[in-house]
Protein backbone atom coordinates (compact mmCIF):
# COMPACT_ATOMS: atom_id res chain seq x y z
CA UNK A 1 0.00 0.00 0.00
CA UNK A 2 1.66 3.57 -0.79
CA UNK A 3 -0.41 6.97 -1.18
CA UNK A 4 1.31 8.09 -4.99
CA UNK A 5 -0.27 9.04 -7.70
CA UNK A 6 0.02 8.02 -11.27
CA UNK A 7 2.68 9.42 -12.94
CA UNK A 8 5.51 8.42 -15.79
CA UNK A 9 8.34 7.22 -13.89
CA UNK A 10 12.08 7.52 -15.88
CA UNK A 11 12.35 3.34 -15.81
CA UNK A 12 8.65 3.70 -17.96
CA UNK A 13 10.29 6.07 -20.37
CA UNK A 14 13.27 4.01 -20.96
CA UNK A 15 10.69 1.28 -22.26
CA UNK A 16 12.42 -1.64 -21.08
CA UNK A 17 11.08 -4.92 -21.55
CA UNK A 18 7.85 -5.55 -18.96
CA UNK A 19 6.31 -7.86 -17.22
CA UNK A 20 3.32 -9.93 -18.39
CA UNK A 21 -0.03 -8.48 -16.90
CA UNK A 22 -2.66 -11.16 -17.25
CA UNK A 23 -6.16 -11.24 -16.39
CA UNK A 24 -8.38 -14.67 -16.36
CA UNK A 25 -4.90 -16.90 -15.93
CA UNK A 26 -5.94 -20.87 -15.65
CA UNK A 27 -3.97 -22.64 -12.66
CA UNK A 28 -2.54 -24.81 -16.08
CA UNK A 29 -1.32 -22.04 -17.42
CA UNK A 30 0.56 -20.21 -14.34
CA UNK A 31 1.93 -23.43 -13.74
CA UNK A 32 3.19 -24.22 -17.02
CA UNK A 33 4.48 -20.55 -18.38
CA UNK A 34 5.44 -18.98 -14.90
CA UNK A 35 5.34 -21.14 -11.85
CA UNK A 36 7.81 -24.35 -13.44
CA UNK A 37 9.99 -22.22 -16.24
CA UNK A 38 10.05 -19.33 -12.95
CA UNK A 39 9.71 -16.06 -15.16
CA UNK A 40 7.28 -13.15 -13.27
CA UNK A 41 3.92 -12.36 -14.30
CA UNK A 42 1.61 -10.04 -12.50
CA UNK A 43 -2.33 -11.31 -12.21
CA UNK A 44 -4.76 -8.37 -12.55
CA UNK A 45 -7.94 -10.13 -11.47
CA UNK A 46 -6.95 -12.36 -8.60
CA UNK A 47 -8.19 -10.22 -5.51
CA UNK A 48 -10.95 -8.31 -7.06
CA UNK A 49 -13.49 -10.47 -4.23
CA UNK A 50 -11.13 -9.16 -1.50
CA UNK A 51 -12.72 -7.13 1.36
CA UNK A 52 -9.43 -5.61 1.68
CA UNK A 53 -9.73 -3.66 -1.56
CA UNK A 54 -12.21 -1.30 0.10
CA UNK A 55 -11.68 -1.59 3.36
CA UNK A 56 -7.83 -1.23 4.19
CA UNK A 57 -7.31 2.21 3.86
CA UNK A 58 -4.58 4.63 5.92
CA UNK A 59 -7.99 5.99 8.07
CA UNK A 60 -8.92 2.25 8.37
CA UNK A 61 -5.70 1.17 9.80
CA UNK A 62 -4.89 4.25 11.88
CA UNK A 63 -8.85 4.70 13.84
CA UNK A 64 -8.37 0.65 14.17
CA UNK A 65 -4.63 0.16 14.91
CA UNK A 66 -3.03 3.36 15.56
CA UNK A 67 -1.65 2.48 18.90
CA UNK A 68 0.36 -0.33 17.68
CA UNK A 69 4.04 0.22 17.87
CA UNK A 70 5.48 -0.32 13.99
CA UNK A 71 9.03 -0.28 13.42
CA UNK A 72 9.40 1.95 10.27
CA UNK A 73 12.73 2.01 8.10
CA UNK A 74 15.07 3.98 5.52
CA UNK A 75 16.50 1.97 2.37
CA UNK A 76 19.09 1.47 4.83
CA UNK A 77 17.03 0.17 6.94
CA UNK A 78 18.00 2.70 9.95
CA UNK A 79 15.09 3.98 11.43
CA UNK A 80 12.76 3.97 14.64
CA UNK A 81 9.97 2.91 16.52
CA UNK A 82 6.46 4.81 16.98
CA UNK A 83 3.07 4.12 16.82
CA UNK A 84 1.31 3.33 13.66
CA UNK A 85 -0.97 6.52 13.88
CA UNK A 86 2.46 8.44 14.36
CA UNK A 87 4.15 6.97 11.08
CA UNK A 88 0.85 7.34 9.19
CA UNK A 89 0.65 11.17 10.52
CA UNK A 90 4.31 11.04 9.26
CA UNK A 91 3.64 9.34 5.81
CA UNK A 92 1.27 12.95 4.76
CA UNK A 93 4.33 15.10 5.21
CA UNK A 94 6.74 13.19 2.62
CA UNK A 95 6.07 15.08 -0.09
CA UNK A 96 6.94 18.57 1.71
CA UNK A 97 10.06 17.17 3.24
CA UNK A 98 11.19 16.27 -0.76
CA UNK A 99 10.13 19.31 -1.90
CA UNK A 100 12.23 21.02 0.56
CA UNK A 101 15.15 19.33 -0.04
CA UNK A 102 14.64 16.28 1.84
CA UNK A 103 17.02 13.25 0.45
CA UNK A 104 14.90 10.29 -0.62
CA UNK A 105 17.38 7.85 1.24
CA UNK A 106 15.76 9.18 4.46
CA UNK A 107 12.07 7.81 3.53
CA UNK A 108 10.95 6.21 6.04
CA UNK A 109 9.03 2.85 5.02
CA UNK A 110 7.21 0.23 7.17
CA UNK A 111 8.29 -3.08 6.09
CA UNK A 112 7.48 -6.43 7.21
CA UNK A 113 4.84 -5.17 9.98
CA UNK A 114 3.53 -8.96 10.93
CA UNK A 115 0.11 -8.66 12.33
CA UNK A 116 -1.26 -12.67 12.26
CA UNK A 117 -1.50 -12.78 16.23
CA UNK A 118 -1.84 -9.46 17.32
CA UNK A 119 -4.56 -9.36 14.58
CA UNK A 120 -6.31 -12.74 13.10
CA UNK A 121 -9.51 -10.78 12.26
CA UNK A 122 -7.44 -9.33 9.49
CA UNK A 123 -6.89 -12.57 7.44
CA UNK A 124 -10.36 -12.20 6.75
CA UNK A 125 -9.81 -9.61 4.46
CA UNK A 126 -8.18 -11.66 2.19
CA UNK A 127 -7.09 -15.27 0.84
CA UNK A 128 -4.10 -16.73 -0.81
CA UNK A 129 -5.43 -17.42 -5.28
CA UNK A 130 -5.24 -20.62 -5.64
CA UNK A 131 -1.77 -20.16 -7.38
CA UNK A 132 -0.17 -19.73 -4.23
CA UNK A 133 -2.61 -21.77 -2.08
CA UNK A 134 -0.03 -24.62 -1.41
CA UNK A 135 2.05 -22.79 1.14
CA UNK A 136 5.10 -25.32 1.58
CA UNK A 137 6.93 -23.04 3.66
CA UNK A 138 4.30 -22.94 6.55
CA UNK A 139 3.56 -26.84 6.06
CA UNK A 140 7.43 -27.22 6.28
CA UNK A 141 9.31 -24.70 7.76
CA UNK A 142 6.67 -23.25 10.11
CA UNK A 143 6.85 -26.79 12.25
CA UNK A 144 10.84 -25.98 13.20
CA UNK A 145 11.07 -22.01 13.67
CA UNK A 146 8.16 -19.44 14.67
CA UNK A 147 8.37 -17.14 12.05
CA UNK A 148 5.48 -15.68 10.25
CA UNK A 149 5.57 -15.43 6.39
CA UNK A 150 2.63 -12.92 5.96
CA UNK A 151 3.30 -9.18 6.14
CA UNK A 152 1.84 -5.31 5.55
CA UNK A 153 4.17 -2.95 3.98
CA UNK A 154 2.70 0.68 4.15
CA UNK A 155 4.97 4.05 2.85
CA UNK A 156 4.38 7.33 1.09
CA UNK A 157 5.85 8.08 -2.89
CA UNK A 158 9.29 7.66 -3.02
CA UNK A 159 10.03 4.72 -0.47
CA UNK A 160 12.28 2.59 -1.53
CA UNK A 161 13.20 -1.27 -0.98
CA UNK A 162 16.92 -2.02 -2.52
CA UNK A 163 17.96 -4.55 -4.45
CA UNK A 164 17.26 -8.12 -2.87
CA UNK A 165 16.58 -11.69 -3.39
CA UNK A 166 13.95 -13.31 -1.01
CA UNK A 167 14.35 -14.90 1.88
CA UNK A 168 15.29 -18.49 2.17
CA UNK A 169 15.05 -19.02 -1.71
CA UNK A 170 11.49 -18.74 -1.66
CA UNK A 171 8.83 -17.75 -4.17
CA UNK A 172 7.00 -14.37 -3.24
CA UNK A 173 3.84 -13.15 -4.36
CA UNK A 174 2.59 -9.54 -3.13
CA UNK A 175 -0.80 -7.69 -3.33
CA UNK A 176 -0.87 -4.23 -4.49
CA UNK A 177 -4.46 -2.93 -2.56
CA UNK A 178 -3.88 0.62 -2.48
CA UNK A 179 -1.08 2.97 -4.70
CA UNK A 180 1.63 1.88 -7.05
CA UNK A 181 4.19 0.39 -6.90
CA UNK A 182 7.17 0.34 -9.51
CA UNK A 183 9.66 -2.87 -9.73
CA UNK A 184 12.46 -4.01 -11.41
CA UNK A 185 13.58 -7.29 -11.76
CA UNK A 186 16.81 -9.73 -12.94
CA UNK A 187 16.77 -13.42 -13.26
CA UNK A 188 19.21 -15.22 -10.55
CA UNK A 189 22.58 -14.96 -10.79
CA UNK A 190 25.43 -11.87 -9.81
CA UNK A 191 23.84 -9.15 -7.97
CA UNK A 192 23.14 -6.53 -10.73
CA UNK A 193 25.17 -3.90 -9.06
CA UNK A 194 26.18 -1.88 -12.51
CA UNK A 195 22.27 -1.71 -13.18
CA UNK A 196 22.01 -0.13 -9.76
CA UNK A 197 24.64 2.04 -9.79
CA UNK A 198 23.57 3.49 -13.10
CA UNK A 199 19.85 3.81 -11.21
CA UNK A 200 21.72 5.51 -8.70
CA UNK A 201 23.31 8.51 -11.07
CA UNK A 202 20.14 8.78 -12.98
CA UNK A 203 22.39 7.79 -16.32
CA UNK A 204 19.66 6.74 -18.80
CA UNK A 205 21.94 5.64 -21.13
CA UNK A 206 23.51 3.62 -18.34
CA UNK A 207 20.42 2.46 -17.26
CA UNK A 208 19.31 1.07 -20.69
CA UNK A 209 22.60 -0.61 -21.17
CA UNK A 210 23.15 -2.52 -17.74
CA UNK A 211 19.05 -3.38 -17.96
CA UNK A 212 19.89 -5.51 -21.39
CA UNK A 213 22.82 -6.94 -20.19
CA UNK A 214 20.89 -7.81 -17.16
CA UNK A 215 18.05 -9.23 -18.86
CA UNK A 216 15.69 -6.93 -16.39
CA UNK A 217 12.02 -6.81 -16.72
CA UNK A 218 10.47 -3.74 -15.35
CA UNK A 219 6.64 -3.12 -14.14
CA UNK A 220 4.23 -0.89 -12.34
CA UNK A 221 1.99 -2.39 -10.12
CA UNK A 222 -1.42 -1.06 -9.74
CA UNK A 223 -3.99 -1.05 -7.19
CA UNK A 224 -5.97 -4.89 -7.86
CA UNK A 225 -2.54 -6.53 -8.93
CA UNK A 226 -0.64 -8.94 -7.71
CA UNK A 227 2.80 -10.20 -8.45
CA UNK A 228 4.75 -13.80 -8.59
CA UNK A 229 8.65 -13.48 -7.79
CA UNK A 230 10.25 -16.71 -8.22
CA UNK A 231 13.38 -17.58 -6.25
CA UNK A 232 16.74 -15.78 -6.53
CA UNK A 233 15.11 -13.45 -8.77
CA UNK A 234 16.68 -10.37 -7.92
CA UNK A 235 14.47 -6.89 -7.32
CA UNK A 236 14.54 -3.36 -6.26
CA UNK A 237 10.65 -1.78 -5.58
CA UNK A 238 9.72 2.35 -5.20
CA UNK A 239 6.68 3.39 -4.35
CA UNK A 240 5.56 5.74 -7.07
Not at 51 to 75: C, H, I, S
Not at 135 to 140: E, K, L, P, Y
Request: proline residues 8%.
Amino acid sequence: MNTGEATLTPLQRLGLPQVARRSGLSLREFHARYFRPQVPVVIADAMDAWPARTKWTLEFFKEQYGRDEVLATNRHYRGRRMPLAEYLDYIQTVPWQLMSGRSPDQILYLRDWVFDDLHPELKKDFHAPAYFADDWIARGLGRFIDQKFSWIYIGPQGAVTPWHQDLMGTHAWLSQVVGRKEWLLTPPGHPPQPLADAIQRGDEPAIAHAAAQHRAQHIVVQPGDIIFVPAYWWHTVTSC
